[in-house]
């Protein structure tokens, strides 16, 4: 006999499983300066002194590169796009609905979220005065019980490309809500 | 050309860093992740964990560190990949390591595939991927 307290849950509603394909959004960056790849480098290389590569333009011009070039993964659209500023949390806290929210369709109003997986092909390299255009989808939700309860996996996929039309990066993000 | 072995097996030489805040809070302030998860040890506990912990994407971008330096200004990211398993508390040391597991020739390149991982204190592995290079 099923009760309502065994009936299976889930977070994911009809209106998200039809979401899935759609378009969350598109920004494009700032153009980027050599000033930005400089401090993502000291960033991650930190306390170490980050390869010349990222922030000496005389041995930058010596390479196959012919010049600085960003660390693959570094962020273009940090802190601000040239879409605008947004507007975040003055609580301190973070929108677990955030994926929908960007749909218009209502979430799930699940409280934490963690980063599950990342995977990237990557195409051109960024280079100082790129401009970069993001165009990122939803692209699945799974779910299953986990650890800390019944977990949500979304992922997004987003594709960057440079101001020539050139593939900078396709990427798909899965992250975990509970 | 940077000389390196290329036979399955080959051990990448390891990228190591102690890790906490001095790491997080400079990889925030290029990202714009203010996450209270990454800084506030309450924010963290009260997500099940115990403390702050550092972000997932510091540990992409470690594993970014370790390919980088082994395959040189030369050599090209084709694909990555990794997990995200157990979260980076402070005070670990974090250690991002990679092992050749095939190559072969592709259109004129030749590819490696790498098996890639980041652990803490040598016994947590936190990140576990792949990455496929051109040389």
Same mark, same amino acid.
């Given at each position: 006999?099923t009760t /309502?307290t065994?009936?299976p849950?889930?977070n994911?509603?009809?209106?998200?499983?039809? &979401?899935?394909?759609?378009?969350?959004?598109?920004?494009?960056?700032?153009?980027?300066?050599?000033?930005?790849?400089?401090?993502?480098?000291?960033?991650?290389?930190?306390p170490?002194?980050p390869?010349r590569l990222?922030w000496? &333009? /005389?041995y930058?011009?010596?390479?196959?590169?012919?010049g600085?070039?960003a660390p693959?993964e570094?962020?273009p659209? &940090?802190?601000?796009?040239?879409?605008?500023?947004?507007?975040?949390?003055t609580?301190?806290?973070?929108? $677990?609905?955030?994926?929908e929210?960007?749909l218009g369709i209502?979430?799930?109003?699940l409280?934490?979220?963690?980063?599950?997986? !990342? /995977?990237?092909d990557? $195409?051109?390299?960024?280079?100082?005065?790129?401009v970069i255009?993001?165009?990122?989808r939803l692209?699945?939700?799974?779910e299953?019980?986990g650890? !800390?309860? !019944?977990?949500?996996?979304?992922?997004t996929?987003?594709?960057?490309?440079?101001?020539?039309?050139? !593939?900078v990066?396709k990427s798909?993000?899965?992250?975990i809500?509970? | 050309?940077?000389?390196?072995?290329?036979?399955?097996?080959?051990?990448l030489?390891?990228?190591?860093?102690?890790?906490?805040?001095?790491? =997080?809070?400079?990889y925030?302030?290029?990202?714009?992740?203010?996450v209270?998860i990454?800084?506030?040890? *309450?924010a963290?506990?009260a997500?099940?964990?115990?403390? +702050?912990?550092g972000?997932?994407?510091?540990q =992409?971008?470690?594993?970014?560190a370790?390919?980088?330096? =082994? %395959?040189?200004?030369?050599?090209r %990211?084709?694909?990555?990949?990794?997990q995200?398993?157990?979260?980076?508390?402070?005070?670990q040391?974090?250690? +991002?390591?990679?092992?050749?597991v095939?190559v072969?020739?592709?259109?004129g390149?030749?590819l490696?595939?790498l098996?890639?991982?980041?652990?803490?204190n040598? *016994?947590?592995v936190l +990140?576990?991927?792949? +990455?496929?290079v051109a040389l």
């Amino acid at each position: 006999m099923t009760t /309502e307290t065994d009936a299976p849950k889930t977070n994911i509603s009809p209106e998200m499983k039809a &979401a899935v394909g759609r378009e969350i959004g598109r920004k494009v960056s700032f153009p980027i300066s050599e000033s930005d790849i400089r401090r993502w480098a000291i960033a991650i290389y930190y306390p170490q002194e980050p390869p010349r590569l990222f922030w000496d &333009a /005389e041995y930058a011009k010596g390479t196959v590169h012919g010049g600085i070039v960003a660390p693959e993964e570094f962020n273009p659209f &940090a802190w601000m796009t040239a879409n605008g500023f947004e507007r975040t949390s003055t609580t301190g806290t973070v929108d $677990g609905d955030y994926l929908e929210s960007s749909l218009g369709i209502k979430g799930p109003g699940l409280k934490f979220m963690l980063n599950g997986s !990342l /995977e990237t092909d990557y $195409g051109v390299r960024m280079r100082p005065g790129d401009v970069i255009t993001s165009v990122m989808r939803l692209h699945s939700y799974t779910e299953r019980e986990g650890r !800390l309860g !019944l977990m949500l996996f979304g992922t997004t996929e987003d594709t960057w490309t440079n101001q020539k039309g050139e !593939l900078v990066k396709k990427s798909r993000n899965m992250v975990i809500r509970y | 050309m940077a000389q390196r072995t290329l036979d399955v097996g080959t051990e990448l030489p390891v990228f190591t860093r102690a890790t906490g805040l001095a790491n =997080w809070n400079r990889y925030a302030a290029v990202n714009s992740e203010f996450v209270p998860i990454h800084m506030d040890d *309450e924010a963290g506990k009260a997500a099940g964990m115990g403390g +702050a912990f550092g972000m997932g994407n510091l540990q =992409w971008s470690y594993l970014h560190a370790l390919v980088r330096s =082994w %395959i040189g200004d030369e050599g090209r %990211i084709v694909n990555f990949s990794c997990q995200f398993r157990s979260p980076n508390v402070k005070g670990q040391t974090v250690e +991002a390591h990679g092992k050749v597991v095939g190559v072969r020739d592709e259109g004129g390149e030749k590819l490696v595939d790498l098996e890639i991982w980041t652990i803490a204190n040598g *016994e947590t592995v936190l +990140a576990p991927g792949k +990455a496929t290079v051109a040389l």
